[in-house]
C-alpha cells in the first residue's frame, strides 16, 4: 500500500468512524433534555456507517434550532432588545423629595439577608415602562448587595430566583425577615407618614 492509500483510508475511518461520535457528543450539548441526548446518541449506531456524517449535520441543525436559539433569543432580549437596568432609588428620591420615600441610612444599614427589599427596573425599549420588584437578600457586602428576584417581571427579561446585585442605595422599599415571618407573606411595607 502507498502512502496516499494508507492517508485515504485513515481520512475514511475518521469521516465515517470516529468523527460522528466525537462530533455528535459536542453536539448534544446544545439540547437541553438531558433524556434527548442520550437519544440521540444510541441512535448514531443504528444509522449506517456511510449516513452517519450526514445524520449527525442533520442534528447539528436540530440541536441549534431546539438548543442554541432560545439561548441566544433570551440573551439578545436581556442585553440587546430590552436593556434593562437597576434604578437607584436615591436618585429619584433627590429628583422628587416630596413623592419619591427611600428608606433611611439607619434602616438600609440594619437589612441583611433573608430580608426582602424592592427595586425599580427601567427599561431602555420602552420609556414608559418601567418595574418595582421585590428581591430577598442572599449576601451583602457593605454597601454591595445580591439577591434574588421574587416576581414574574413582565418588561424586565428576567425569571423569578434571577441572581440580581445592586446597590444599597437602589432600594426603594423593604421588609426585615421577622416582618415576613409575623405577618405572613404580605410583610409590612414601609410607606412615609
Same mark, same amino acid.
Given at each position: 500500500?502507498?502512502?496516499?492509500?494508507?492517508?485515504?483510508?485513515?481520512?475514511? +475511518?475518521?469521516?465515517?468512524?470516529f468523527?460522528?461520535?466525537?462530533?455528535?457528543?459536542?453536539? /448534544? $450539548? &446544545?439540547?437541553?433534555? =438531558?433524556? %434527548?441526548?442520550?437519544?440521540?446518541?444510541?441512535?448514531l449506531?443504528?444509522?449506517?456507517?456511510?449516513?452517519?456524517?450526514?445524520?449527525?449535520?442533520?442534528?447539528?441543525?436540530?440541536?441549534?434550532?431546539?438548543?442554541?436559539?432560545?439561548?441566544?433569543?433570551?440573551?439578545?432580549?436581556?442585553?440587546?432588545?430590552?436593556?434593562?437596568?437597576?434604578?437607584?432609588?436615591?436618585?429619584?428620591?433627590?429628583?422628587?423629595?416630596?413623592?419619591?420615600? +427611600?428608606?433611611?441610612?439607619?434602616?438600609?444599614?440594619?437589612?441583611?439577608?433573608?430580608?426582602? /427589599? $424592592? &427595586?425599580?427596573?427601567? =427599561?431602555? %425599549?420602552?420609556?414608559?415602562?418601567?418595574?418595582?420588584m421585590?428581591?430577598k437578600?442572599?449576601?451583602?457586602?457593605?454597601?454591595?448587595?445580591?439577591?434574588?428576584?421574587?416576581?414574574?417581571?413582565?418588561?424586565?427579561?428576567?425569571?423569578?430566583?434571577?441572581?440580581?446585585?445592586?446597590?444599597?442605595?437602589?432600594?426603594?422599599?423593604?421588609?426585615?425577615?421577622?416582618?415576613?415571618?409575623?405577618?405572613?407573606?404580605?410583610?409590612?411595607?414601609?410607606?412615609?407618614?
Open positions: 500500500m502507498t502512502h496516499g492509500a494508507l492517508g485515504g483510508l485513515g481520512l475514511l +475511518v475518521l469521516i465515517f468512524g468523527a460522528p461520535g466525537m462530533v455528535l457528543a459536542a453536539i /448534544v $450539548r &446544545l439540547i437541553p433534555d =438531558v433524556d %434527548r441526548r442520550r437519544e440521540l446518541q444510541a441512535e449506531y443504528e444509522v449506517p456507517r456511510w449516513d452517519r456524517p450526514f445524520w449527525v449535520a442533520q442534528q447539528f441543525e436540530v440541536a441549534i434550532r431546539i438548543g442554541l436559539s432560545p439561548q441566544l433569543a433570551w440573551y439578545w432580549g436581556r442585553y440587546v432588545w430590552h436593556r434593562a437596568r437597576i434604578e437607584s432609588g436615591l436618585e429619584n428620591h433627590r429628583r422628587y423629595p416630596d413623592s419619591f420615600w +427611600v428608606p433611611s441610612d439607619e434602616e438600609k444599614a440594619e437589612l441583611q439577608p433573608g430580608d426582602t /427589599v $424592592r &427595586l425599580m427596573w427601567s =427599561v431602555k %425599549r420602552y420609556e414608559a415602562a418601567g418595574e418595582r421585590w428581591v437578600i442572599t449576601q451583602r457586602d457593605g454597601d454591595r448587595v445580591v439577591g434574588k428576584l421574587q416576581n414574574w417581571p413582565i418588561f424586565v427579561h428576567l425569571d423569578p430566583d434571577a441572581v440580581v446585585k445592586f446597590h444599597i442605595d437602589d432600594i426603594l422599599d423593604f421588609n426585615y425577615r421577622q416582618d415576613d415571618e409575623s405577618a405572613g407573606e404580605a410583610g409590612t411595607q414601609r410607606f412615609p407618614g
